[in-house]
């Protein structure tokens, strides 16, 4: 739902790549220097459980001059622990917030909920959840994942209508898998949840799973088309809502995602060169994008 009138679309952002420690097999020191090395500005991470490793990713962040969005996955991991309630899963949250805050995050992503809730524990757990980063003053973007709250075009836009306050993170791979579709198929959901989109995972899913083996491949250049063109659309959005930076982290990893040949599990890329391939992509895409609507002084929506 856009705004009425004239967007102003002189409006000047910037485009901010994070680097995904998330199949990183170094040091948080070692990815915070790559991170570096390849133009990325920051780094997006759960903060790790042990004191050296805290001290090690701190280090790490201000030898580099980066900045940290904060992950956060509420009783679990990725997939959510199924007997753990509402409540369990909001006090996981405040006390990896509390964890989190003495690094300074730009934000916190969270992986929240679970898929399993009916609609209205999914609204009350959020609406709690965002008293809950109130409370502590900072900014949760509560992710499109499976196994979790908003796994699911849907039930996410059903959510949002209820609690417009709630920014959510982009990562529409998971929603084209679990969908068996490309995202562009449900342009009206992409329209509807794009004004609440602060973060983008830039993954390019297929209709039969989360990450193509490679986003360069021509066999997956639709998907790779798909997910650019949803991913404006954000961007449109976040421009709108007066945005001065947009955020994304390249987000192709491991366990499961990474396609492997069978019997010597060799990997068929390396996590890394791809996504370093798809910052640079998406870099020039967004400059691009912009570039086409800086003639424009205005448009009417």
Known sequence: MAPQGAVDMERF?????????????????????????????????????????????????ADHGLQFICEICTTGSYVPDRRATPAMHLADLER?????????PRFFNVMGGCDAWSIDTQVEFFGRASELAARHEVLCSFETHRGRSFFNPWITRDVLRQLPQ?????????????CERLMDSEWDVIAEVAPHAHHI?????????????????????????SHERCWEALWTSQLERGYAVTTMTPEFGPDGYLHCLPFT????????????????????HFDDWFAGLRPRRSVAV
């Open 13 to 61: 952002m910037q485009f901010a790549l994070f680097k995904t420690l998330w199949g990183h097999a170094g040091t948080a020191e070692a990815g915070a220097r790559l991170a570096a090395e390849a133009g990325f500005q920051g780094i997006e991470a759960p903060v790790p459980s042990d004191e050296p490793g805290r001290a090690a990713l701190a280090r790490g962040l």
């Open 96 to 104: 990896k917030i509390e964890a989190g805050v003495p690094f300074a």
């Open 166 to 178: 709630l920014r959510i993170t982009c990562d529409f791979s998971h929603w084209v898998v679990v």
């Open 201 to 225: 995972h830039g993954r390019v899913g297929y209709e039969q799973g989360p990450q193509v083996p490679h986003p360069a491949a021509p066999e997956y250049a639709a998907a790779l088309a």
């Open 265 to 284: 599990n060799a990997p068929v890329a390396d996590l890394w060169e791809v996504n370093r391939w798809i910052g640079a992509r998406e870099r020039c």
